[in-house]
């Protein structure tokens, strides 16, 4: 079994389902040619030719836009957006149009879309190229917000993401392309949208992340007998395996990169105040980034939660 990164493991999924399926097409700045700006796309053009391996302007409205169009009409494009700090230019697109055709045109048009694009903080990047915003996009019913951990979570999610009939955004943390290497299987099954999976087995305390955040969790959680669950997909979240841990544990911190106000975190905290909150024996922490736009490079360390924050937070609801 192959030892893969997370790009490889996303190429392996593109080229996968394309082989399978001809109606995946791909499209995106510099994703033919160059095979994007990360090289996911890489050797995807020779293999399936430019009639599905499309190089667009430098127009995020437009390529959100025109790949809606090519859903609607029996395609299943899947686009890449450089940062997601880009994608903010294809919000209307995405809210306005994507998340809302089935339900505009009572169920006569889907949107098997899927939006790549790589996020959050660690990279040593300008503005706009580390952003961590996806609570703004899990707050739009009709899209599905997924992130994976690893390289073969990556490769198993995206086929889902790939063949479901609705438009999921694909946020791959920037820091881990190519940080990790794991035994990713050719030719497995894909991974069920909207489950969450338990990292690790504790008793004391549930940590809850995803993305890139999930290794450093995991690292701060060794000393500690913690049960670390890694969410993977955002909208909709698994909230029966998150609530039975809570039972189990009594406590609860949250991990996220994003800063902490309207953060997704405040959503899973709530939901557990709200079914869980006689099996608390004390708050619900969050460790965030500060209410603050991403700093440049000299600051970022300071800015993401460091294995020294959460586990202060985690030394202080175990006094509970």
């Not at 706009?128 to 707050?139: D, T, V």
């Not at 000299?298 to 509970?320: A, F, G, K, M, W």
Request: glycine share 8%; aromatic share 6%.
């Amino acid at each position: 079994m192959a030892q893969l990164n997370m790009v490889q493991a996303i190429n392996l999924a593109l080229r996968e389902e394309m082989a399978r399926d001809d109606r995946v097409v791909l499209l995106g700045e510099d994703v033919a040619a160059d095979g994007g700006v990360f090289r996911i796309s890489e050797g995807l053009l020779e293999r399936f030719g430019p009639e599905r391996v499309l190089d667009t302007p430098l127009a995020e409205s437009g390529i959100v836009g025109a790949a809606i169009g090519m859903a609607a009409y029996g395609l299943r494009p899947v686009v890449e957006i450089q940062f997601l700090g880009f994608l903010y230019a294809a919000f209307d697109q995405i809210f306005s149009h994507a998340a809302r055709l089935r339900t505009r045109s009572r169920g006569r048009f889907g949107c098997p879309l899927v939006i790549r694009t790589p996020y959050g903080g660690g990279i040593k990047a300008p503005e706009l190229h580390e952003e961590s915003s996806e609570a703004l996009f899990c707050h739009v019913p009709g899209i599905k917000v997924v992130v994976p951990s690893g390289p073969a979570a990556a490769r198993g999610l995206l086929l889902a993401a790939i063949r479901d009939p609705d438009p999921v955004l694909f946020l791959e943390p920037t820091r881990l392309y190519r940080m990790i290497r794991e035994e990713v299987p050719e030719g497995a099954d894909a991974l069920p949208l909207g489950k969450a999976r338990i990292a690790r087995e504790g008793g004391k305390v549930t940590v809850v992340a995803w993305g890139s955040m999930l290794e450093r969790v995991l690292t701060a959680t060794a000393p500690y007998d913690a049960e670390v669950i890694d969410l993977l997909t955002l909208s909709p979240w698994d909230e029966a395996t998150v609530l039975a841990s809570v039972r189990k544990t009594g406590r609860l911190v949250i991990v996220h990169e994003a800063v902490e106000s309207c953060g997704f975190g405040a959503e899973l905290a709530a939901t557990v105040a709200a079914e869980a909150m006689l099996s608390l024996r004390g708050p619900v922490f969050r460790v965030t980034a500060p209410d603050v736009p991403v700093p440049l490079a000299r600051l970022i360390d300071h800015y993401l939660p460091s294995v020294e924050r959460i586990q202060r937070s985690l030394d202080e609801v175990l006094q509970y």
